[in-house]
């Protein structure tokens, strides 16, 4: 089938880049949020970040333009529910993930895709509670969205091949690169990237080294561009320990066990640079450590 429109459900940090991306491509996009405010913001980011493009000479402004007209924002779930391909990018939690796609259902075409943005979470649980099992599957969006090339395509155990092509083509027309994982915990990326950073985490509870060692150290040592914890900060450490809740239960391994320190700064609300605290206080000129 070919895709013409696509419903994005959550206007966050994943929501508003994948809109941004969509239009980009020619798609009509209708973006989705409990918020009304959550809305707003999305589409006053996206135009932000296409002026950004437009200035880096990447668009044109024709581009930007038409990009805008093709976003329309709904608090209403049925109008999602009209689209091609519905993209579910709300908090990475099963119970609300669910209750998206039950809300859903009533309303959807016969031939509408559902996917899901997680990270982690399974995909064929998630596609055992719709109503289209078949047509369902992952569409693991790299964060930032507009600049990262990567998208992983999951596919569950039920997923046939029309939906995966479907969605092929679409990071296709995206300009980005679709890499395959099977529907095991965490899949590709976040199954290697999360151990990490916990492992940072552990390097800095044990006492190993500070936080600016530890993230100089990979910097320098290993060449990564961001160290372990400021890249924990971008992500969100409450996704994180999530990530790491969800192999540790699926895997059953305690190498998977999250770090008591980062459940520690979850639990204080020291989410990183979204509440404007994490492995490093946001809140002045300059991030500082905070251990």
């Given at each position: ?23 980009l491509a020619g798609y009509d996009v209708c973006l989705n949020d409990i918020s ?90 998630l596609a055992s509670r719709t109503d289209r099992p078949e047509k369902f599957m ?154």
């Amino acid at each position: 089938m070919e895709i013409k429109s696509v419903g994005v459900v959550g206007a966050g940090q994943m929501g508003n880049g994948i809109a941004h991306v969509m239009a980009l491509a020619g798609y009509d996009v209708c973006l989705n949020d409990i918020s009304q405010e959550s809305l707003d913001k999305a589409v006053a980011l996206i135009t932000r970040n296409l002026d950004r493009q437009v200035s880096r000479e990447t668009i044109s402004g024709a581009d930007r333009d038409a990009a805008l007209s093709r976003i329309s924002t709904t608090m209403d779930l049925p109008q999602i529910a009209a689209t091609d391909l519905v993209i579910e990018a709300a908090t990475e939690r099963e119970d609300v993930k669910n209750k998206i796609f039950e809300s859903l259902a009533p309303d959807l075409g016969p031939n509408t895709i559902l996917t899901s943005n997680t990270s982690s979470i399974s995909i064929t649980r998630l596609a055992s509670r719709t109503d289209r099992p078949e047509k369902f599957m992952g569409f693991h969006f790299m964060n930032p969205v507009p600049l990262m090339q990567l998208v992983e395509l999951i596919r569950g155990i039920a997923t046939d091949k029309e939906t995966y092509d479907a969605c092929l083509a679409v990071v296709n027309k995206l300009g980005k690169t679709a890499a395959s994982a099977e529907d095991f915990p965490a899949f590709i990326v976040n199954r290697i990237l999360i151990p990490m950073i916990n492992e940072a985490c552990y390097t800095l509870y044990e006492g190993v080294g500070s936080v600016q060692s530890i993230d100089m150290a990979m910097k320098l040592g290993a060449n990564h561009p961001m160290g372990p914890l400021e890249l924990a900060d971008f992500i969100g450490l409450d996704t994180c320990l999530a990530i790491m809740n969800v192999l540790h239960d699926g895997l059953a391994d305690t190498k998977y066990r999250p770090c008591p320190l980062l459940t520690k700064y979850v639990e204080a609300g020291w989410l990183g640079r979204k509440t404007k605290r994490g492995f490093y206080d946001y809140r002045g000129d300059a991030p500082v450590p905070t251990r």
